[in-house]
């Protein structure tokens, strides 16, 4: 199977060679292990404003509770209109809850991330728009879907992770990966 997807890093890492009893290698199509509860957020550079603005997710999310909110593409529909305005209208009572940072994490460059997190408001500094432009965190933690036909490669699954002090303590991943229920902030907020 030719694509343009085979010489790609990301393909390969979701698609390690295995090593047949023949000596032949074939590509092992299954896929990763995905997060789960009590795994550790891996040591992942995601960007805020430029390039140069790097953020380490594993060092910021390293104490306290931080909700990771993954998202499909900025300026989609879902996402602009109900997705994300809802953890901006809720960000004080994420606050009451212990919830110390709210980051959104888009699978676009770090120029249209940026741009989108300013026009949808940042709730006084509750909530942090992350860049993640080659999915390395979302493909670290097997959060990804092929969205080839609607924007052009993969994109994010649509979900939150709660993370306490590192470590994962709950996630809401949906279903078809694009929907608007489990991982939406008055869901969410519900189970934290």
Known sequence: MASRFMSSSLFQLAHKPTMLATGRRAFHASRLNAVAVGD?????????????????????????????VFVP???????????????????????????????????????VTSAWGSGLGDADGKITFLADPTLALGF??????????????????????????????????????????ISEAKSVIEKI
Do not use: M
């Open 40 to 68: 550790a957020i891996p040591s992942i550079t995601l960007y805020k404003d430029s390039p140069g603005d790097e953020v380490a997710i594993d060092q910021v999310t390293k104490s306290g509770k931080s909700l990771l």
């Open 73 to 111: 593409g900025a300026f989609s529909p879902s996402c602009s209109a109900r997705h994300i305005p809802g953890y901006i209208s809720l960000a004080s009572k994420f606050a009451d809850k212990g919830v110390s940072n709210i980051f959104v994490i888009s699978g676009n460059d770090v120029f």
């Open 140 to 181: 670290k933690l097997d959060l990804t879907f092929d969205a080839t036909k609607i924007f052009g490669w993969h994109r994010h699954k649509r979900s939150a992770i709660l993370v306490e002090d590192g470590v994962v303590k709950n996630l809401w991943v949906e279903p078809d990966s694009t929907g608007v229920s």
